[in-house]
C-alpha cells in the first residue's frame, strides 16, 4: 500500500514534469525571432520578392563604407519573411563573381532567379550569368551564346507576360576600355531562362543610357517602369544635365521604349528604390540621391500609375530618409519591405531593420528586431519558477489525496 502510494507520487510527479516542459518548450516554437546574431545591414544589394515561397531574397551588398567598400562585399543570401518577421541565411551551394551594384530577378514561371554580372570583392566583373534555386540554395551558372558586356549598376526586372528577364543600361569602369574612360552603356537585353538565351533587342525610343536608375515591372499594363539614373560620367559632375528625372516605359512586345512627361514628377535622383504594388497596381518610389541638393539624401514616398500616367507625392507621417538601399513587394502580405541604404545620420554602416510600407494606408512601420534567446542561464529564470509552481501544486494534490 505504501509502495503504492509512492508510486502515485513518482508519476504524479512525472507527469507535472512533462507538462512543464511541454510548456516551457511550445513559449520558444511560437515566439517570432531573427537569427542570433542578426543579419549585417547591406547597401548595394539586390533584392527581390520570390512569389512561390513568400520570402524576400537579398543578394550580396557591401557591408561597410569603411574604407573600400569592396573589402566588405559579401555574397550572402538572405530570405526574410514578412509573415513571421524572420532572416534565414540560405548558405547557398556555389556562387557568382558580381557582389554588389549587381542586378537579379526572378522568373516566376521557372522559379529562379536569375543574375548577371557586377562587381567582385577584389573589383573585378565578368559576364557570367547565374541562376539560383531558392529550394536547392544552389547557383547554377548558365552558358547562353551570347551576353550583355560587364557592367555594374544595370536594372533587371521580368515580364511575366512574356516569360522574359530585361536588362537595361549600367557602366564598367576603365579598366576594361583602352580609352580609359568609363563605358556608358544604352543597349537593352532579354533574357529567356528556359532557352538560356539572351538577345540584345536594339529597341526604338531610347538612345541614351542609364546607370543607377531602377526598373520594375508593372504586370496588369504589361509595362517596365523605369525612373532616375544618370546619363554621363563621371557621375558626381556638376549640372543636373547628368541626370535623369524621365519615365521611361519598355514594351517587350512591341519592343519600344516611352518617354512618359508628367507635369508633377520626382526630382532626379539615384540610389532610390522601386517597386510593383500588384494589389494597388502602383509603382512605388522610395527614397535616393540627390547629389547637386542641400540635402542630398531624399526621405519621399512617391506612387506612379501607369494607366493614368500621373505621379504623386504620398508625405506620410513619417518615412525613412534612406540611399543605397532596396525595396520588393511581398504581394502574399499586400507590403512593400524596405531593407539596407544608409543616410545623414548613418553614412559608414548600413541599416539592418526591417521597415514595411503599405500604400493603402500610406502608412511605414519599423519591425522590431527580435533575436532568438541563446541557450543561456537566463533561460532557467522562465523554466525554474514554472518547475517549482508545478512542484508545490504536485505536493498539495498528493497531501489531499492522503487525506
Ligand atoms: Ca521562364
Ligand atoms: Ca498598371
Ligand atoms: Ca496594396
Ligand atoms: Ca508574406
Not at 531573427?34 to 520570390?50: C, E, L
Not at 534555386?133 to 551576353?147: C, E
Not at 532568438?372 to 498528493?398: E, G, N, R
Request: proline share 5%.
Amino acid at each position: 500500500m505504501k509502495n503504492k502510494k509512492h508510486k502515485n507520487k513518482v508519476i504524479l510527479f512525472i507527469s507535472f514534469l512533462f507538462i512543464t516542459i511541454l510548456c516551457s518548450a511550445s513559449i520558444n516554437v511560437s515566439a517570432q525571432c531573427a537569427p542570433n546574431p542578426y543579419p549585417s545591414g547591406k547597401a548595394g544589394h539586390s533584392m527581390i520578392y520570390d512569389t512561390l515561397n513568400d520570402v524576400i531574397i537579398v543578394y550580396g551588398g557591401t557591408t561597410s563604407f569603411v574604407g573600400d567598400y569592396k573589402d566588405h562585399s559579401t555574397y550572402d543570401v538572405l530570405a526574410y519573411d514578412c509573415n513571421n518577421n524572420n532572416w534565414t541565411n540560405l548558405n547557398p551551394i556555389g556562387q557568382p563573381n558580381g557582389s554588389s551594384w549587381t542586378a537579379i530577378a526572378y522568373d516566376s514561371e521557372s522559379e529562379k532567379l536569375i543574375q548577371f554580372s557586377g562587381v567582385a570583392p577584389d573589383g573585378t566583373y565578368s559576364d557570367d550569368t547565374w541562376i539560383f534555386d531558392y529550394v536547392t540554395r544552389t547557383w547554377t551558372k548558365a552558358n547562353p551564346n551570347a551576353t550583355p558586356a560587364i557592367r555594374h549598376n544595370h536594372v533587371m526586372a521580368y515580364d511575366s507576360e512574356s516569360d522574359v528577364v530585361i536588362l537595361h543600361g549600367g557602366i564598367a569602369h576603365n579598366e576594361y576600355n583602352p580609352t580609359g574612360e568609363y563605358i556608358h552603356y544604352n543597349d537593352t537585353w532579354a533574357y529567356d531562362f528556359n532557352s538560356d538565351t539572351w538577345t540584345n533587342m536594339n529597341p526604338s525610343g531610347l538612345d541614351v543610357g542609364l546607370a543607377e536608375a531602377q526598373m520594375v515591372y508593372d504586370s496588369e499594363s504589361d509595362r517596365m517602369i523605369m525612373f532616375g539614373g544618370y546619363y554621363t560620367q563621371p557621375y558626381d559632375a556638376p549640372g543636373p544635365e547628368h541626370y535623369s528625372q524621365e519615365t521611361w516605359v519598355y514594351d517587350y512586345n512591341s519592343n519600344t521604349w516611352e518617354n512618359v512627361t508628367t507635369t508633377i514628377h520626382p526630382d532626379y535622383r539615384i540610389d532610390h528604390a522601386l517597386a510593383y504594388d500588384s494589389e494597388s497596381d502602383r509603382t512605388i518610389l522610395i527614397g535616393g540621391w540627390q547629389l547637386l541638393a542641400n540635402s542630398p539624401i531624399v526621405s519621399e514616398t512617391w506612387i506612379f500609375d501607369y494607366n493614368t500616367q500621373t505621379w504623386e507625392n504620398m508625405n506620410p507621417s513619417s518615412q525613412p530618409e534612406r540611399y543605397g538601399h532596396q525595396i520588393a513587394y511581398d504581394s502574399e502580405s499586400d507590403l512593400v519591405i524596405l531593407f539596407g541604404g544608409i543616410s545623414r545620420t548613418q553614412a559608414s554602416v548600413p541599416y539592418d531593420l526591417i521597415y514595411t510600407y503599405d500604400y493603402n494606408s500610406n502608412n511605414w512601420t519599423a519591425m522590431s528586431k527580435v533575436l532568438c534567446p541563446t541557450p543561456t542561464p537566463t533561460s532557467f529564470i522562465v523554466v525554474l519558477p514554472m518547475l517549482s509552481l508545478f512542484s508545490i501544486l504536485a505536493v498539495i494534490v498528493i497531501r489531499r489525496k492522503r487525506n
